[in-house]
């Protein structure tokens, strides 16, 4: 087993080794390292066998495995969102599309329809790449090395999948983990230069039986007890072994490095309203939100402003500025209305306003939306 060469506290006597000379915690011999490692995952897991939480795309502990179709799309639904927010996507994908194969054969402006609110819309496309792939293959790939292969699946989701639906032993590193492992070692070295140290470490309390739920539980632990603000150290079940409650202050790790200001840029959105609809277009497939149904816009992206051009001339009126953030930036928007009797030049199609909740437009246009029919 590898070695973060920051050893835990000695555990003395419970050491499962017999290694009852390993009271220093520099020691570093294999065996207490083993030994306290064994520990650490014995504890969780006892723990995640009583607590785990009843989530859609979960097995119960000593369940059959779920199937990796599940696992694999609630993964990639969790990233940069909260187990809230992906629940009723992943009840409405499901139903839609119980199947990869189902997945895979569905029109691409479908799913990102459907996934349309989530945020990060490069993941909805390579959901349905990565499903195409998956039914040319006939099944998932097994291992985390087959899994990377597949488009769009990184590390973390190939690890997390290979290990939960197919029982691979593999170190599974998402923010929860991070936080939890950072306090559990008293890693106090900043993000994201720690990562490193966090996955060797990782790698050394990760069990060769049980890595699935194993992932599960430290995910589950860092949700609910070694929370970012106020962990609960007093439930913990790791609070004996914990670096960071002995030595240091969990609450202030893991440290960040300070974040750089977001840009903000300046743009229009066009509200184009004819007879009761207004005039959708669909976003250059490469760019910003690709692929998605849309209000026309001035041609603001991530590195610019607007270029105030307006699709038709006419007597414009402005109906308010929305606001919202980016991964690498921040825009405002002013949302700007215009009542017509023909479509604007280019492709787009009349949408009925009474319906527009259903066009699957991003959270930015479906703000504009609120605010033009406010
Ligand atoms: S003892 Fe506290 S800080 Fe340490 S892992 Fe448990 S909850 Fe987190």
Redesign the pocket.
């Known amino acids: 087993m590898l070695s973060c060469g920051l050893p835990l506290r000695c555990v003395g006597p419970a050491c499962p080794s017999g290694c009852l000379s390993c009271r220093f915690p520099l020691c570093g011999r294999s065996c207490h390292r083993r030994g306290v490692a064994a520990i650490v995952s014995d504890k969780l897991l006892q723990w995640y066998d009583a607590h785990a939480r009843d989530l859609p795309w979960r097995a119960r502990p000593a369940e059959p495995a779920p199937e990796p179709y599940r696992v694999w799309l609630s993964e990639v639904m969790l990233q940069q969102t909260t187990v809230a927010a992906v629940k009723p996507y992943f009840e409405a994908f499901t139903l839609r599309w119980p199947t990869v194969e189902q997945l895979a054969a569905a029109p691409e402006e479908d799913v990102m329809a459907a996934w349309a609110g989530l945020g990060y819309y490069s993941r909805a496309r390579n959901l349905v790449k990565a499903a195409r792939a998956v039914a040319e293959l006939g099944a998932f790939p097994d291992t985390e090395e087959g899994l990377r292969e597949l488009p769009g699946l990184g590390a973390y989701t190939a690890a997390a999948v290979a290990a939960i639906a197919f029982g691979r032993r593999a170190v599974v590193v998402d923010a929860n983990v991070e936080r939890?492992v950072t306090?559990?070692f008293n890693l106090t070295d900043p993000l994201p230069g720690v990562r490193k140290a966090i996955r060797t470490c990782a790698d050394t309390i990760t069990p060769e039986e049980r890595a699935g739920d194993f992932a599960q539980a430290m995910m589950d632990?860092g949700s609910s007890?070694?929370t970012a603000r106020e962990?609960?150290?007093l439930l913990?079940p790791?609070?004996n072994d914990?670096r960071?409650?002995a030595e240091g202050d969990?609450a202030a790790l893991p440290v960040k490095a300070p974040k750089k200001a977001k840009p903000v840029r300046q743009g229009r959105a066009f509200w184009l309203e004819h007879d009761g609809s207004v005039w959708l277009v669909r976003r250059d497939g490469k760019g910003m939100l690709g692929g998605m149904r849309a209000l026309p816009d001035d041609g603001w992206s991530a590195r610019g402003d607007g270029a105030d051009n307006y699709p038709v001339d006419g007597a414009w009126q402005p109906l308010g500025l929305v606001r919202h953030t980016f991964t690498h930036f921040t825009i405002e928007l002013s949302v700007e209305r215009l009542f017509v009797d023909a479509p604007p030049p280019g492709a787009g199609l009349w949408w009925p306003t009474a319906t527009i909740d259903e066009a699957g437009l991003p959270t930015l246009f479906a703000k504009a939306a609120r605010l033009a029919l406010a």
Request: charged share 20%.
């Open positions: 939890v306090r559990l632990l007890i070694c962990p609960k150290c913990c790791l609070a914990c960071a409650r969990p």
